[in-house]
């Protein structure tokens, strides 16, 4: 098959589409004819050397593609059913997305949303996981709950506020323009805040602070995080934009009873992937059939673009998701 190969491990840009072996599927796992392959900001990281794959996983990234099933290998559905051979699915990785074909554990095999093609099941499947197992499977969203989301007008951000508001959430939104801003808008989002303007914490504090936050900067919005909580809140952290060392305000945050949690999707074994993908089929799925929840896709580009795409992603030139074409 072809691949997307980094030639040069100092080089991020040198991801060159060439010859490499296919890969063999083990028990319980699936081979997929990819024919399209989300990109995510740990895509760029491991590029650059900062986000190595799990021991065992390939080299090759990609945490989320969309194809026709190749080779079930006797994988079954959690139903029982089996999956079968020409079956049009989705899938979360822990790498190997950019390819021809992937191997996929059968926990991590999802149907496509209802009404939804290949290109934007492979939009949204790595965003829905990390959104459903973090503000609900984590932070317990209810009713009426602020949640604030940093770079609400990212792929991520965009399917944190329509969710959240989905669930009945007021939403607040961190972004770095106004364009972005009234993108964030049409989402749903109730607050606005311009970050090279604005303080968040201040704006958080005068509308009666956060009750969740989902946070994908890390160390400096630490401070303003907890200064931002509701009493009883909760921070997630699940990105490091904003460096990876930071001094946390314990009294701050004793009085607000705060909690800080920080976690990832790519590094849990496979019974703990299984059990989001579940549940995020159960109960995201539906959002996107009946368009509570919609994807947002900024552009496709052939899989031997992938270098661009990764430039313009983190020149912050993407609003949602970039998704790469491979057949």
């Known amino acids: ?5 980094q030639t040069d491990t100092s080089d991020p840009s040198s991801l060159s589409w060439q010859d490499t072996q296919t890969p063999t599927p083990a028990a319980d796992e699936a081979l997929v004819r990819v024919h399209y392959a989300g990109v995510n900001r740990a895509d760029t ?31 079954t559905w959690p139903d029982g059913r089996p999956v079968e051979a ?15 074909y992937s191997v996929v554990p059968q926990g991590q095999l999802l149907p496509l949303p209802d009404g939804y093609d290949l290109r934007e099941a492979a939009s949204v499947v790595e965003v829905a996981c990390t959104v459903w ?3 609900m499977m984590t932070a317990h969203v209810d009713e009426g709950d602020t949640v604030l989301v940093h ?13 959240a508001k989905a669930l009945g959430a007021r939403v607040a939104v961190t972004a770095g323009s106004a364009e972005k801003l009234e993108t964030c808008r049409g989402y749903g989002a109730d607050i606005l805040v311009n970050y090279r303007e604005q303080d968040f914490a201040e704006v958080m504090k005068d509308a009666g602070g956060a009750d969740v936050i989902l946070d994908i900067i890390g160390a400096k919005y630490l401070a303003g995080n907890v200064a931002s909580l509701a009493p ?16 946390l305000n314990i009294g701050a945050l004793l009085a607000k009873r705060g909690s800080v949690s920080a ?60 998704v790469l074409e491979v057949e």
């Open 232 to 247: 009883d809140g909760h921070v997630v952290i699940i990105g490091m934009q904003g460096g990876v060392k930071g001094e």
């Open 45 to 75: 990281l491991q590029a650059q050397g900062h986000y190595p794959p799990p021991s065992g996983t390939t080299d090759i990234m990609g945490l989320e593609i969309a194809g026709v099933v190749e080779d079930p290998n006797g994988c």
């Open 151 to 163: 770079g609400g007008a990212g792929g991520i951000g965009l399917f944190a506020v329509q969710t």
């Open 133 to 135: 197992s973090n503000i």
């Open 86 to 100: 020409g079956e049009r699915v989705a899938a979360l990785l822990s790498g190997g997305g950019y390819a021809q």
């Open 1 to 5: 098959m072809k691949a997307i190969i």
């Open 263 to 322: 976690t990832g999707l790519r590094y849990r074994d496979r019974a703990d992937k299984a059990r989001i993908v579940a549940a995020t089929v159960e109960n995201v799925w539906p959002m996107l059939a009946d368009g509570r929840v919609r994807h947002h896709i900024d552009r496709t580009v052939p899989v031997s673009d992938v270098a661009e795409a990764h430039r313009a992603l983190l020149a912050g030139e993407v609003t949602g998701k970039i």
